[in-house]
């Protein structure tokens, strides 16, 4: 508890601008990653206090500014030197929307000269993309499909349910079926913490998937379809 919220008190960093992680308002934030982190404080036997963002880098940056105790990310190499990550407690898919007539069928079809692909600065699949788009350019905004539409790109990548939202609401934009990668979504904290304190957090998000405790978060927070990652190897 000393080393983990040494305040007395488990700053947690919430990610709203994720859907399938968390939602409602900064004042009464909900969602998988807010379960968890009411879990991780009950363990400890200290409250939990919620620092609530509208994007992934947002929490990153809470994390190594020691603003925040917790984080709830993607596990990114680019990411990697400043947290220690559990394994993911849940996976989630980054998907591709395109305009109805576009040819693009499957993503390899994305990496192409003169394709620009919208995405939300500082996103896993930002990250991803930067580093394995060989031909297409990344164009970054607030949100990927807001860039995409404000600058008439052909392509804009994010997580697939609210992108499958997007689509079902825009006629004319449909979803690449294929996934263009696998989101790893785990808990993280600052990598100076002791092994100890990063030993309990990796066995607690075993414990959590093992006994249905993450597959019930997401029922209520009505993620169906995000699946609950495998037991760690």
């Known amino acids: 508890m ?35 982190a009411r879990e991780v404080a009950a363990r400890l036997g200290v409250p939990v206090e919620f620092a609530c963002f509208d994007a992934a880098r947002k929490s990153f940056e809470a ?3 020691g603003a925040a105790d917790l984080c709830f990310l993607a596990i990114e190499p680019a990411r990697a030197a400043s947290v220690a990550f559990t394994a993911p407690y849940v996976l989630i898919e980054g998907v591709y ?33 930067t580093r394995s788009l060989e031909h297409a350019t990344v164009v970054r905004g607030s949100d990927g499909v807001a860039v995409f539409e404000e600058q008439g790109l052909e392509v804009a990548a994010g997580i697939r349910q609210p992108m499958t939202a997007y689509a079902a609401s825009h006629p004319g934009t449909r979803v690449v079926p294929e996934r263009f990668m696998e989101i790893q979504q785990a808990v993280g904290t ?42 760690a190897s």
Request: charge should be negative.
């Open 2 to 36: 000393g080393d983990l919220a040494p305040t007395g008190v488990l700053r947690a960093a919430i990610n709203l601008g994720n859907p399938v992680l968390a939602h409602g308002t900064p004042d009464a934030p909900g969602g998988v990653t807010v379960d968890i």
């Open 63 to 65: 994390l190594t500014s």
């Open 97 to 129: 929307v395109v305009p109805e007539g576009s040819s693009f069928a499957s993503p390899a079809d994305v990496d192409q000269p003169g394709v620009r692909v919208g995405v939300k600065q500082g996103s896993a699949y930002d990250l991803f993309l």
């Open 190 to 231: 600052s990598p100076d913490r002791s092994p100890s304190t990063v030993k309990f957090l990796r066995e607690l998000v075993e414990e959590l998937k093992a006994s249905g405790f993450v597959a019930e978060a997401l029922r209520r927070a009505n993620q169906p379809d995000a699946t609950v990652a495998p037991a």
